[in-house]
């Protein structure tokens, strides 16, 4: 009986070790889970994701207007628009407005350590997700366009559809124009 014990107690020891950003309430990013294909055109999938001991879905943010930016810790581009991002999620932050990075594209055995160390370096004021194949398909298939360049960003109106997407990075003024025209 006892060494059932210890040997439960070393599994969950080795549990919250592989799976940290799942677990700690304090985590630089949280790891997509669940994809579901939207049901229609333009719709927009859902997806799940561990945030504080809660599962947080991207459906919950219906009436708020959202900003899905899809990105790589190694593309130039994306690293450029970062700072504009973060002033635009600071500059909306009392609004219905939600920002959520999601990296994609990464090599699968660094993908946890580059990402922490490219985090650790920033103080990023918008949600970070790990993302993977599934929710990539998901918005290439609700925006028809596979999405195979980044920075790609989708703007989510408040009433759950795709409004806008396009590729490349922009600057501030371009993502605050986009949005408030949503937020009307």
Known sequence: MRKIIYLII???FLTIEVYPNNI???????TITNVK???AENKTPDFEWMQNNE???LSALKGKVVLINIWATWCGPCVRE????????????NSDFKMIGIDVFED??????ELTNFLKKRNLSYTILKGNPGVVDAFSKA???????IPTTIII??????????????????????INKYLK
Do not use: C, R
């Open 37 to 39: 294909l939207s049901d």
């Open 24 to 30: 700690q309430e304090d985590s630089l990013f949280y």
């Open 143 to 149: 925006i028809k366009k596979t999405i195979n360049a």
């Open 157 to 178: 109106d408040k009433d759950g559809n795709i409004a806008e997407f396009f590729t490349g990075s922009k600057e501030k003024t371009y993502f605050t124009e986009i």
């Open 82 to 93: 970062i700072p504009d991002l973060d002033a635009v999620s600071k500059e909306f932050s």
């Open 10 to 12: 070393i599994l969950l």
């Open 108 to 113: 699968e055995e660094m993908w946890n350590t």
């Open 55 to 57: 599962v947080q879905t």
